[in-house]
C-alpha cells in the first residue's frame, strides 16, 4: 500500500517569513494530492491540492509543488500570519482506490 | 455551504460497551469514509462506502466495526465492544466524486473509560 512520509513533525516561523513542508510517497499510480489545514479542536479543511499532470499550482499566498520522478510533493507559504498556525497534513490517493493516505501532519507555528 | 455534520461531538463509553457513530454526509456525495485521529497523531483511515457496500477497509477496521447507511441520509459507524485504544476522533468524510476533495464533519471524540 501507499506510504507517506511528511516533515518537518513541528515547524516555528516569525510572522511574514516563508514555511515549506515536505512529503514522500511511496506508490507511483498516486495521482491526487490534497493538502488539508486542521486547526485546533476542529476539522481537517483542504487548502490546495494537485494532480500528477501539474508540477504547480499556486492559490495567493500557498503553493503546491510536485516532482513526480522522485516522488515528492510540497507546500510552501509565503508571508506567514499567526492565523496560518495550524496542523497541515499532506495526503495521497489515486484512481483504483478512494482512501487518502495522510502523513504524520506537521505543527506550523507563526510567531507574530 | 453545504457540511458534514456528526453526532454526537463527544461520547463517553465504558469499556465493552457498544457505540454508533453517526454522521449526515453531503446530500448529492457517492462516496463516504471513516478516518480516526488518536490524539496528537495523524488521521487514519478506517473505512469507505460506495453504491451500498464498503469498498475498502484498513487493518484497524476489523470484526468490532460495521458500517450502515441505513436510510438516504445517515451513515452510522458502529464498534461493537469498545476497547481503550479505540479512544480517539473519529471523523466522517464524504466525496462527489472519486479522487477530489474529502469534507470532513467536526468529528466525534470517542472516550472509552
Known amino acids: 500500500g501507499e506510504n507517506v512520509e511528511q516533515h518537518p513533525s513541528t515547524l516555528s516561523v516569525q510572522e511574514g517569513d516563508s514555511a515549506v513542508i515536505k512529503c514522500t510517497y511511496s506508490?507511483?499510480?498516486?495521482?491526487?494530492f490534497p493538502w488539508y489545514k486542521q486547526e485546533l479542536g476542529k476539522r481537517p479543511q483542504l487548502i490546495i491540492d494537485?494532480?500528477?499532470?501539474?508540477g504547480e499550482k499556486k492559490d495567493q499566498r500557498i503553493a503546491v509543488t510536485l516532482n513526480k520522478t522522485a516522488k515528492h510533493f510540497s507546500l510552501h507559504i509565503t508571508e506567514t500570519q499567526p492565523e496560518d498556525s495550524a496542523v497541515y497534513f499532506c495526503?495521497?490517493?489515486?484512481?483504483?482506490?478512494?482512501?487518502?493516505?495522510f502523513g504524520t501532519g506537521t505543527s506550523l507555528t507563526v510567531i507574530p | 455551504e453545504p457540511e458534514v455534520t456528526q453526532t454526537p461531538s463527544h461520547q463517553v463509553t465504558q469499556m465493552g460497551q457498544e457505540v454508533i457513530l453517526r454522521c449526515v454526509p453531503i446530500?448529492?456525495?457517492?462516496?463516504f469514509y471513516w478516518y480516526r485521529q488518536i490524539l496528537g497523531q495523524k488521521v487514519e483511515f478506517l473505512v469507505s462506502?460506495?453504491?451500498?457496500?464498503?469498498?475498502?477497509k484498513s487493518e484497524i477496521f476489523d470484526d468490532q466495526f460495521s458500517v450502515e447507511r441505513p436510510d438516504g441520509s445517515n451513515f452510522t459507524l458502529k464498534i461493537r465492544s469498545t476497547k481503550l485504544e479505540d479512544s480517539a476522533m473519529y471523523f466522517c468524510?464524504?466525496?462527489?466524486?472519486?479522487?477530489?476533495?474529502?469534507?470532513f464533519g467536526q468529528g466525534t471524540r470517542l472516550t472509552v473509560v
Open positions: 495526503a495521497a490517493s489515486k484512481n483504483t482506490g478512494n482512501q487518502f493516505y
Open positions: 506508490d507511483s499510480a498516486s495521482n491526487y
Open positions: 494537485i494532480r500528477s499532470n501539474v
Open positions: 446530500s448529492n456525495h457517492l462516496y
Open positions: 462506502f460506495y453504491n451500498n457496500e464498503i469498498s475498502e
Open positions: 468524510a464524504s466525496m462527489g466524486q472519486r479522487n477530489t476533495e474529502a469534507f
